[in-house]
């Protein structure tokens, strides 16, 4: 098994500390009145920074060991942040929201002569309308940022897909996990995007108060997504 990269798990520590800090900042708002709407969105978004951060914590701890349980995080935190933003958008409708909360059925529309569930793809194509009703920077920031791999890669990273098998080297020298730094680094800046939506969609939408953020905790998050957005 190769060594752990120090670039990795430093980029590790940097992610891990950034969204600590995002998902306190959630921790401590007030939502006065709560809907069901309200609650089910921050429920998930909150679920997706938490799915990053035990992303970034295990590949702090150790990316050649623990590098495949934390990259099968990447597509829950994905889905938790785009259903945690599609609920909370005018595209679902109240019955949906209720049939989603207490029978936990996923949203089907019509189409043509039949219906069909609403894709990964629907969920992102809202999250671009919302994201851009914030601010106009976050509309044109590629939302393709994340998704560090195609939809059948992410689920068989979770699964046990022919993706996931092909990060392991099996030889006489050496037999372990064998993904490259540069596919670890990206789902790590994919991790630390989602999480920085998440706690905005939160704080803008939601809560309504992005401008009590703290100056530290802003810049720390700008300058996190100016370094991914421009590699």
Not at 72 to 99: K, N, W, Y
Not at 169 to 180: D, K, L
Not at 196 to 215: H, S, V
Request: proline share 6%; hydrophobic share 40%; glycine share 8%.
């Amino acid at each position: 098994m190769a060594k752990d990269s120090l670039k990795v798990q430093r980029f590790s520590t940097k992610t891990r500390i950034l969204i600590e800090e995002l998902r306190r900042f959630v921790g401590n708002m007030k939502f006065p009145e709560p809907t069901p709407r309200s609650r089910l969105a921050v429920s998930l978004l909150m679920a997706s920074m938490e799915h990053g951060e035990g992303m970034a914590f295990l590949m702090e701890y150790g990316p050649r060991y623990y590098g495949t349980p934390a990259s099968a995080l990447a597509r829950p935190q994905i889905e938790c942040f785009l259903r945690g933003v599609f609920f909370h958008s005018e595209m679902a409708t109240d019955p949906e929201v209720a049939a989603f909360i207490e029978r936990d059925e996923w949203p089907i529309r019509p189409e043509g002569k039949g219906k069909r569930k609403l894709s990964l793809g629907d969920m992102e194509n809202v999250a671009i309308v919302e994201l851009g009703q914030i601010s106009a920077q976050l509309s044109s920031a590629p939302l393709s940022r994340l998704f560090p791999f195609r939809p059948k890669e992410l689920h068989g990273l979770v699964h046990g897909g022919a993706f996931l098998v092909g990060r392991y080297r099996i030889s006489e020298t050496s037999t372990g996990f064998n993904a490259p730094d540069s596919e670890l680094l990206s789902l790590l800046g994919s991790c630390g995007l989602v999480a920085g939506y998440a706690m905005t969609y939160i704080a803008a939408r939601i809560a309504k108060y992005l401008g009590e953020q703290p100056a530290s905790l802003r810049d720390a998050h700008n300058a996190f997504k100016a370094e991914i957005l421009s590699g």
